[in-house]
């Protein structure tokens, strides 16, 4: 019988003596392949004893102050140990606590693996709410920037514009030169000049920021890290070309950017920056206010993003009430410019506090408020107007205990002070959550994950997580009375769909060949490696992603081919539409003499610049291994890719899954410390010189008694 030691924040827990504690671990289940962050235990009950109710704060009394009750809605860090030697990491839920006689007996609890902390620390959050307040990437939205993200890229490579138009169809005509046009041939005869002045428009485009700063930032808001510097981790962009190469595109709402939800006309002009220099008066200047986000008084303003904790709290032993207040007031140029103002809650999902509308001088009056002991804040000031020429002076009050400390900021201390010529990044961010956005990533490239002794978190394709496993011959620790061997194919057919399609091209292309482009719906017919069954059921990996089919324009007057890529993102109707996020590859593509790209205004006003190279926008990654999970033909080369997704991160796990000589082997063994305390799941089990992966194992930690389930090779 082993010891079992259990700590919660390195506080030891009391176990009944007759409990025991199971442990279930499985990194992908082949009877649920889409299922990610798996590994959790049996609920469990300890003690009521006079140290676990220290811990646990006597959680059966009602009547225990809401301060100083033990808040079950949280996970907590926990450590399980077997003999005092260290077993696993996790956290310690709290389900409830059992009474006996009219006093606590028990607590009910469950065990969970690290992997849950990204779900708890990430929660409902919305993928924007990770760069706010983040002007990493923010940059201005003009003729040379785009012009530059189109050609080459900005930020050392972070942001892009893929030629991907939001509203307009390009066309490419060498034999036509109408000004104004969408006409993407650059006329040489005509020095792009004059009549000659057409192609494409810098606001015909939308930014895409690259996939790995994404991860980047996400680490950096969620206080979690990603391995990055093995050959076999996913993240490396230096060993993972691919990767490297992949872009979200940004776009949160149909058609041109500064439209708002609904699709009309207006400008969004978030404020980016105060400046408190000549604040009148200063003596509450927010950035003096505390530098400890754990206790008051506490307020910054970064990045126009003001955050403060109002709350009733203790500073230097005394009980304040702590509350503020902000009044935002706009006075626009011109007294006949209709707009809006609106101070904002950006903690998490954005939310208006109080906003106004007018056209003359507006003003807000908000109060920042909160619950005892409350957390941080975060607070924006934002305005918005039809009117694209508008400039204005902006007031912002920062009021702390209302009355007695205000400080007042004015005109040129705020940015901006008119029509916004900047992207910014959190703005246009497509609305996703976090853990959608990450979950989507692990089931296109069939990833899987686990946290190291580091505490970083180790992410790899299921392939790489397998090839790096060790062998335990368990054969003499096996109970050999009874076991199971049984049939391990649960489906008849596998699908792999990205989000319908939405777009001109690939609802015409759905139309035309009856089936989605990008998916695999049947692996079992449509791949001749995976062998076939008429058992089980259709089972469905959906991502969270949309897709698009892009165009390689025909030169209209003589049927040649250009050498330029664009993408259409418009409905059935030729109407602006609004994607699903959208994940692409960009290769920067060289257009050539004869096929140069018109970019419209792109030298002076009324003359087009000479593109020679662009971001083309492509479902294929250097022209071979595509983001489709299907066969479908690159539509820049014309050629059949079968180098799919599926292809690359599933068809090893999908060929041995419905191979007809698999079988899911269940026995019982009673495992010693040596291996309890060092397998992992990426190991291989020996029995009887047979070589197995484990698809899940069940352990009683008291005995060593595991129920064992196996993949045979």
């Known amino acids: 019988m082993q010891s079992i030691q259990l700590y919660i924040n390195n506080e030891r827990v009391d176990l009944f003596e007759d409990e025991s504690i199971s442990l279930t671990q499985t990194i992908q289940n082949v009877k649920d392949i889409k299922s990610i962050f798996t590994d959790f235990s049996q609920s469990f009950s300890v003690p009521a004893s006079k140290s676990n109710n220290k811990i646990f704060k006597h959680y059966y009394n009602y009547d225990i102050d809401a301060e100083s009750s033990f808040n079950a809605n949280d996970l907590i860090s926990a450590t399980i140990e077997i003999n005092y030697r ?71 490579g972070a942001v892009k514009y893929p030629l991907i138009s939001h509203t307009e169809r390009f066309t490419f005509d060498s034999g036509s030169s109408v000004a104004g046009s969408r006409n ?7 020095g792009g000049g004059g009549a000659h002045n057409h192609g494409v428009r810098f606001t015909d485009l939308k930014p895409a920021l690259k996939l790995s700063k994404i991860i980047d930032q996400i680490e950096t808001f969620a206080g979690i890290e990603f391995t990055k510097s093995a050959s076999d981790d996913f993240f490396n962009t230096s060993a993972n070309a691919v990767w490297d190469s992949l872009y979200l595109w940004l776009s949160r709402v149909k058609g041109t950017i500064g439209l708002n939800i609904s699709g009309t006309a207006e400008v969004n002009m978030p404020i980016t920056s105060i400046d408190f220099s000549n604040a009148s008066p200063n003596q509450w200047d927010p950035t003096n206010q505390g530098t400890n986000s754990g206790i008051s008084p506490y307020s910054r303003v970064s990045n126009g993003i003001w955050t403060c904790r109002p709350s009733f709290s203790v500073f230097s032993g005394t009980v304040i009430d702590k509350s503020y207040r902000t009044v935002f007031s706009v006075t626009p140029s011109s007294s006949s410019t209709n707009f809006s103002i609106f101070v904002e809650d950006v903690t998490d999902t954005p ?9 003359g001088t507006v003003s807000v009056n908000a109060l920042i408020s909160g619950p005892s002991g409350g ?11 039809e009117d694209p020429a508008i400039t204005f002076v902006p007031t912002i009050t920062f009021r702390y205990n209302p009355g007695v400390l205000d400080t007042t900021v004015t005109g040129t201390d705020i940015a901006p002070n008119g029509a916004v010529t900047n992207i910014v990044i959190a703005d246009q961010v497509p609305d996703i959550k976090i853990i959608d956005f990450l979950t989507g990533i692990f089931k296109m490239f069939n990833l899987t994950a686990f946290v190291q002794d580091d505490g970083k978190i180790k992410v790899s394709t299921l392939d790489e997580f397998y090839s790096g496993g060790t062998e335990y011959d368990i054969s003499q620790f096996v109970d050999v ?53 008429n058992r ?49 590859n960009i290769t920067n593509t060289t257009t050539g003499t004869d096929t140069s790209l018109s970019f419209y205004n792109g030298v002076s006003s009324n003359t087009a610049a000479k593109l020679t190279t662009h971001n083309r926008p492509s479902n294929t990654y250097s022209t071979s291994q595509s983001l489709n999970f299907g066969e479908e033909v690159d539509e820049y080369t014309g050629n059949a890719e079968d180098d799919s997704l599926f292809e690359n991160y599933y068809k090893n796990y999908i060929v041995d899954t419905f191979d007809k000589k698999r079988r899911i082997t269940k026995v019982t063994a009673y495992l010693p410390l040596k291996i309890l305390l060092n397998y992992t799941l990426a190991d291989r089990f020996i029995i009887n010189n047979r070589k197995f992966k484990i698809n899940s194992i069940k352990t009683n930690l008291q005995t060593g008694k595991s129920e064992i389930e196996l993949l045979n090779e």
């Not at 929660?123 to 993200?149: I, M, P, R």
């Not at 993407?184 to 005509?190: F, I, M, R, T, V």
């Not at 009874?482 to 001109?504: G, L, M, V, W």
């Not at 209209?556 to 996020?581: A, E, F, H, M, R």
């Open 351 to 359: 939310f208006t506090i109080a906003s106004g509308s007018g056209s």
């Open 184 to 190: 993407l041939h650059y006329n040489e005869s005509g």
């Open 86 to 156: 260290s077993f696993s990491k996790g956290f310690i839920g709290l389900n409830g606590s059992k009474m006996k006689d009219n006093k606590g007996y028990a607590y009910k609890i469950t065990f969970f693996g690290e992997t849950i902390e990204l779900k708890n620390k990430l929660k409902e959050k919305k993928l924007a709410s990770a760069f706010q307040g983040v002007n990493t990437y923010d940059h201005s939205y003009s003729v040379s920037t785009v012009k530059t993200g189109l050609e080459s890229s900005l930020v050392s």
């Open 536 to 584: 089980g059921s259709k089972y469905v990996v959906t991502l969270p992603f949309g897709k698009m089919i892009y165009e390689r324009l025909n030169d209209l007057d003589d049927g040649s081919q250009s050498l330029i890529q664009y993408g259409y993102c418009v409905d059935k109707d030729q109407s602006p539409t609004n994607i699903k996020p959208l994940i692409l």
């Open 375 to 385: 957390a941080l804040r975060s607070i924006r000031y934002r305005v918005t107007s």
């Open 481 to 533: 009375k009874e076991s199971e061997i049984n049939y391990a194919i649960p489906f008849q057919e596998i699908a792999f769909r990205f989000q319908k399609p939405d777009t001109f091209l690939a609802l015409n292309f759905e139309q035309l060949n009856n089936k989605i482009f990008g998916n695999l719906e049947n692996t079992t017919t449509e791949s001749p490696d995976v062998q076939t069954t």
